[in-house]
């Protein structure tokens, strides 16, 4: 089975711009859940969907915002991008979303935020 | 909401020694701990997890531990080799969907 993709690998915005990264899982898993890494924080959750409909929130401001299509590949956007938004943008997928399951990450993508 | 501290953020390691890094949390309501490893430029990946009705987990070099009292958990690395040069990453969730709150992680170096 092919593994979590995302593209694009990197990104380079201006402040005040917005962007959409895509995450396709691997098949046949219907959760998916994006994380922002940045040195020194670690993994931060942002969101995950399961089933086209979002299912958890972490603790970011509503600029970023994301959505699950039917094949349960994934957008993320960021719209009025800030000069902290740059970081790695990591998806991770699983099977049935449950409690426990192992999360599968994509290589990511680099978002600097000029 | 569940917080996760992981202690040391650094460890340097001599080849064969074994090396010890420490998780606590929060909420009481976690009952799910995985901890990732993540090699320079990759993807993290999971290397072992242990559930709140389980007190040890090992597999091979790799062991987990699990105090739910005192709420902390610990990933031990028996005779390390270069290659588990990385950075490591705990976690803890409630169970419900994938939402995982991580540790800020560990770098690990194994020193030849």
């Known amino acids: 089975k092919a593994g979590v993709t995302q593209t694009p690998r990197y990104l380079i915005k201006t402040r005040g711009q917005q962007v959409t990264l895509s995450c396709s899982p691997i098949s046949g898993h219907r959760s998916v859940s994006w994380y922002q890494q940045t040195p020194g924080q670690g993994l931060q959750f942002l969101f995950e969907?399961?089933?086209?409909?979002?299912?958890n929130k972490g603790n970011f401001p509503g600029r970023f915002s994301g959505r699950q299509f039917s094949n349960s590949r994934s957008e993320m956007n960021v719209s009025t991008l800030e000069l902290g938004d740059s970081a790695l943008y990591l998806c991770a997928s699983s099977s049935q979303g449950r409690g426990g399951e192992k999360l599968f990450f994509g290589s990511g993508t680099q978002l600097s935020v000029l | 909401g569940e917080n996760v501290e992981q202690h040391p953020s650094t460890l340097s390691v001599q080849e064969g020694d074994s090396a010890v890094i420490k998780c606590t949390y929060s909420?009481?309501?976690?009952?799910?701990f995985p901890w990732y490893k993540q090699e320079l430029g990759k993807r993290p990946q999971l290397i072992i997890d242990?559930?709140?009705?389980?007190g040890e987990k090992k597999d091979q070099r790799i062991a987990v531990t699990l105090n739910k009292t005192a709420k902390h958990f610990s990933l031990h690395i028996t005779e390390t080799q270069p290659e588990d040069s990385a950075v490591y990453f705990c976690a803890a969730s409630m169970g419900y969907g994938q939402n995982f709150v991580f540790g800020p992680g560990t770098r690990l170096s194994v020193l030849p």
């Open positions: 969907y399961f089933s086209e409909t979002q299912r």
């Open positions: 242990i559930r709140s009705n389980v």
């Open positions: 909420d009481s309501a976690s009952n799910y």
